[in-house]
């Protein structure tokens, strides 16, 4: 069966703090693996990964993927209070299709 | 640039009734569509897709079902709801079959009553 781990469920850290939110995954037919920040609200998408090993940077984030070991991680540089949201990992299985599988995510509550 | 809209934003309905919410995307053609839906406490659950005019493929059986009448309208509908159909429901599009990204709508707030 498809599943999609994220850890920790929820994290809270002051401002200027940097974090690590991790996405472990076992589906079939894996294409790539999207993060999304979602909050009150829905989610708005972050990075796409397809390829092992190479970082995709944005500001302050950036993600990275194994697909050996079946993990990404995101990292939050520098935190804002305005990064408190949930974060949420989602693979892409079943081919060109493009379904997505989404984890339960991470709350980042960020405090000033 | 691309635009996908959601209506209504929130819902009451009473339990039995029926439902209809509008998916409409704007600036692309022929997308992949999506609907899912996000209870209270549990995470984003794929509940249709679409590939094309008139292609629905089911994910999770249940008593909901989606058409798409046109190339970039989606409809999620149900003949009577259940309390267990509340949730936040969030209709996607794609584009392509290389470039798996996937954008969210604004979502539609359901409350069965």
């Known amino acids: 069966e498809d599943k999609v781990v994220q850890s920790p469920l929820s994290l809270v850290v002051h401002e200027g703090d940097t974090v690590t939110l991790n996405c472990s995954y076992e589906?079939?037919?894996?294409?790539?693996l999207l993060w999304y920040k979602q909050e009150k609200k829905a989610p708005t998408f972050l990075f796409m990964l397809?390829?092992?090993?190479i970082e995709k940077k944005s500001g302050r984030l950036s993600s990275i993927l194994d697909k050996k070991e079946l993990f990404s991680i995101l990292n939050i540089t520098a935190t804002q209070t305005g990064d408190s949201a949930v974060y949420l990992c989602?693979?892409?299985?079943?081919?060109?299709?493009?379904?997505?599988?989404f984890g339960k995510g991470t709350k980042l509550s960020v405090k000033p | 640039s691309q635009t996908i809209h959601q209506w209504p934003a929130t819902l009451v309905q009473p339990v039995g009734s029926p439902l209809s919410l509008e998916c409409t995307v704007e600036?692309?053609?022929?997308?992949?569509l999506y609907w899912y839906r996000q209870a209270a406490g549990r995470g984003l659950q794929l509940l249709f897709y679409?590939?094309?005019?008139?292609?629905i493929s089911s994910e999770v059986p249940q008593n909901l079902s989606a058409s798409r009448p046109q190339d970039r309208q989606f409809i999620l509908s149900s003949k009577k709801l259940l309390l267990s159909d509340s949730g936040f429901y969030l209709c996607?599009?794609?584009?392509?079959?290389?470039?798996?990204?996937?954008?969210f709508g604004p979502g539609t707030r359901l409350t069965v009553t």
């Open positions: 996607a599009w794609m584009f392509g079959t290389t470039n798996y990204e996937q954008y």
């Open positions: 600036g692309t053609s022929n997308p992949n």
């Open positions: 679409s590939v094309g005019i008139g292609q």
């Open positions: 589906v079939t037919n894996f294409r790539s």
């Open positions: 989602a693979p892409n299985y079943g081919g060109s299709q493009g379904n997505l599988i």
């Open positions: 397809t390829s092992s090993g």
